[in-house]
């Protein structure tokens, strides 16, 4: 097993550092997030940092890097308030993948990349035609991280759409019905095999494993 300290990590060439520590985190969620200038004029980004924070108020974050340099996406959120987080899957993965191209600000990543934006009443930010889950959100806060300069960006969901069949009857949400893709290092894209549901642990009692439907069913010998 290889052993990499502090110091050997700190002398590592930028890419090969940024590779090896974006892998350390494992598969992450692939997402595309949209979202519109004051003028009109749409943006799509792909984010793997998204993250769950809380159900109520249902809230999630993403991490933004440092607005050293334009960063269209933080831009819009700041002068809207608004944005879209969209599912990835396996139909538009490399579309998706392409929106992380430094594009100009004149210049649509939609249009770029062939993807489609559509729009829901009072929500101004686009969402990903193609996506099969996907939400809009209101931003609630920007926490700046400052080991690093980066912004913690909170929102809070008002919209949720999804294919109707892979709503489960107790609110479990299946994305393998989707053919949602993740992420894992900096480019490199996956599909899943779910091994099972499992019940909320307890100390001192086997948590059993949970059908789809939300059924559970006894563990048998072996498994």
Request: proline share 4%; with cysteine.
């Amino acid at each position: 097993m290889q052993h990499f300290d502090k110091d050997s990590i700190d002398l590592f060439p930028n890419r090969y550092r940024a590779s090896l520590i974006n892998s350390l985190s494992g598969f992450k969620s692939a997402n595309l997030v949209g979202t519109v200038n004051g003028e009109g004029h749409s943006n799509l980004a792909m984010f793997s940092s998204v993250v769950h924070i809380g159900a109520s108020p249902a809230l999630v974050g993403l991490v933004m890097r440092p607005n050293s340099v334009s960063r269209h996406t933080l831009e819009n959120i700041r002068e809207t308030g608004q944005y879209t987080i969209n599912q990835v899957s396996e139909s538009f993965w490399r579309e998706a993948h392409q929106t992380s191209a430094r594009y100009e600000g004149y210049e649509s990543e939609f249009e770029c990349t062939n993807l489609t934006p559509s729009y829901i009443e009072h929500h101004d930010a686009p969402f990903v035609e193609q996506s099969r889950l996907k939400y809009a959100l209101l931003l609630r806060e920007i926490v700046p991280i400052t080991l690093n300069d980066t912004l913690f960006v909170i929102g809070e969901i008002t919209d949720i759409l999804c294919d109707t069949d892979a709503v489960m009857e107790d609110g479990y949400i299946d994305i393998e019905k989707l053919a949602t893709v993740s992420v894992s290092g900096l480019d490199s894209y996956h599909t899943t095999a779910r091994l099972s549901r499992i019940q909320y642990a307890k100390p001192n009692e086997t948590a059993q494993l949970i059908s789809l439907s939300g059924e559970l069913y006894p563990l048998c010998d072996g498994q």
